[in-house]
């Protein structure tokens, strides 16, 4: 599988108070423990992103749970504010207990 | 009462056989792609396309979609072909085949390509054959790598000819179809326009009399290739033109010619230049 790399886009400024979107996306095959190995038989064991957690300055602002139900590729898009800068920080946890992390600083303009 | 019915009748099937033009009037032909270089304006209509073009008007595939769909391409963040791209991104810095060398190695970063997808297919004199991206990125692969050469409208391959593509997003296509390709172009031609399989249908059936009408629940396009490779939510992959004729040809219950064959690349060249103007889109988001 190709190396998990995720990608996240805020604005490049915002202002204080008013709404913005935060979009976010991290490749995954999202394995859902359904389907069975066409040549063994066997079921294929279940890998997938089963929490997403984006906080700002350490206060968690959006959390998801996922399901295996969740398509390939996960994509999450939110809307947020804020009252000042700072460094907004994005969590997602596989199955297997590998954690992807990345963040993006929040400026004020 | 009748009168009115009938006379209400006679309105609306009027207006259902009033030219495509009128309706794209309504239609949204402005594209512009929110990339991580900035906005990049993408020619979807062409007034006046070329002397010697079939078409009055040509329209990318874009402008036949949803709204939806439509939306997905105008960031890119949101559009799912991305995820191949940088795949092969990876693998245009990644050392391949024995003598250990990358694609960056040799050609530096992938904007060192900006404008080739646009003059492609064309007649390369130093090797005497018609060449796609495709045969160019597997000669490179070859000659200079010492690598296997990727299957033809593979996921390896059409990701990369994605990423080679995508260097001249915003860029006109403009590929020639005189001296030495004539002959490819003249086989293109009557390819486009032969009757073939069991519903007896040409190319040009659908793509050329009918565009912007609904066979059944598909909204017929004038079948350009200039946002190829495509996504489409359908299979939730690239796909490449050779793949995206096969399925035609399978649509109309003919036996397809084989992916990378000459015909599919003399057809791929006359099919490109049917859509000489229009911008370079790949990797565009189709249904």
């Keep these: 599988m190709a190396k998990i790399k995720p990608r996240v886009k805020v604005p490049r400024s915002v202002k204080a108070g008013e709404f913005f979107t935060v979009k976010t996306l991290i490749n995954h095959k999202m394995e859902s423990g359904q389907r069975k190995d066409k040549k063994t038989g066997k079921k294929i064991p279940r890998k997938i992103i089963n929490f997403f957690e984006a906080s700002f300055n350490g206060t968690p602002v959006f959390t998801a749970d996922i399901q295996p139900a969740v398509s390939s590729n996960p994509f999450f898009q939110f809307s947020m504010k804020v009252d000042g800068p700072g460094k907004l920080a994005f969590k997602w946890v596989d199955d297997d207990g590998s954690v992807y992390e990345t963040a993006k600083p929040i400026k004020i303009g | ?287």
């Excluded at chain 2, 990358?102 to 005497?128: E, F, I, N, Q, Y």
């Excluded at chain 2, 996921?155 to 990423?163: E, H, I, N, P, S």
Aim: charged fraction near 25%.
């Design chain 2, 1 to 287: 009462m009748k009168k009115t019915t009938r006379t209400a009748m006679i309105g609306a099937f009027l207006a259902a056989s009033l030219a495509f033009s009128a309706q794209a009037g309504g239609m949204n032909t402005e594209l512009v792609i929110d990339t991580d270089n900035g906005p990049v304006k993408i020619i979807t209509h062409v007034k006046n396309p070329p002397k010697g073009s079939p078409l009055s008007e040509l329209y990318s595939g874009w402008v036949f979609r949803s709204k939806e769909t439509q939306a997905l391409e105008t960031d890119d963040f949101d559009n799912p072909g991305m995820i191949f791209v940088e795949q092969a991104r990876d693998a245009w810095n990644t050392p391949d085949g024995t003598v250990g060398k990358s694609c960056a190695d040799c050609h530096g970063d992938p904007s060192s390509m900006k404008g080739l997808r646009t003059v492609l297919p064309r007649w390369d004199a130093k090797l005497g054959k018609l060449m796609t991206l495709e045969d160019y990125v597997n000669e490179s692969r070859v000659k200079y790598m010492g690598a296997k050469p990727w299957k033809y409208g593979g996921g390896q391959l059409t990701a990369m000819v994605a990423l080679i593509s995508m260097q001249s997003r915003g860029m006109p296509v403009n590929v020639k179809t005189d001296g030495p390709v004539r002959k490819f172009w003249e086989l293109g031609k009557k390819l486009y326009y032969t009757r073939v399989g069991q519903l007896d249908m040409a190319c040009s059936n659908c793509h050329e009399d009918n565009y912007g009408k609904y066979i059944r629940a598909d909204h017929l396009s004038q079948g350009q290739i200039n946002g190829f490779p495509a996504y489409r939510l359908k299979n939730a992959k690239l796909n490449s033109v050779h793949g995206r004729f096969k399925g035609c040809m399978k649509n109309i219950r003919a036996t397809p010619y084989k992916v990378g064959s000459d015909e599919f690349k003399a057809l791929e060249l006359y099919v490109a230049s049917r859509g000489n103007g229009l911008s370079v889109e790949a990797p565009s988001v189709r249904n």
